[in-house]
Nanobody
Framework: QVQLVESGGGLVQAGGSLRLSCAAS????????MGWYRQAPGKERELVAS???????NYEDSVKGRFTISRDYAKNTVYLQMNSLKPEDTAVYYC?????????WGQGTQVTVSS
């Protein structure tokens, strides 16, 4: 069964850092562009970063220069290193395939940035 399991969220002060992890099933991880999405209260879910099978990365403008997406093929895991966090980064973060969602959404991991 295709699964995505996110972890690594927490409460951090503005300016702090967190690293999120997403463990994916091998078939999904190895054959798709993977991305990190986030959903803030009252807002639509949005894609913030993606990483192709070939290592090409893309970022939403508001996180460029602060977030880094990477993937570990040995562990079938996608990471999101988040630095210089801002209160507006507060959201539930999810991983999934890009551009089409091919896996059931995981439970997500909550990131809360205090000012």
């Amino acid at each position: 069964q295709v699964q995505l399991v996110e972890s690594g969220g927490g409460l951090v002060q503005a300016g702090g850092s967190l690293r999120l992890s997403c463990a994916a099933s091998r078939i999904i991880f190895s054959t798709n562009t993977m991305g990190w999405y986030r959903q803030a209260p009252g807002k639509e879910r949005e894609l913030v970063a993606s990483n192709t099978r070939y290592g090409t990365t893309n970022y939403e403008d508001s996180v460029k220069g602060r977030f880094t997406i990477s993937r570990d093929y040995a562990k079938n895991t996608v990471y999101l290193q988040m630095n210089s966090l801002k209160p507006e980064d507060t959201a539930v973060y999810y991983c999934n395939t890009v551009p089409y969602v091919r896996a059931k959404w995981g439970q997500g991991t909550q990131v809360t940035v205090s000012s």
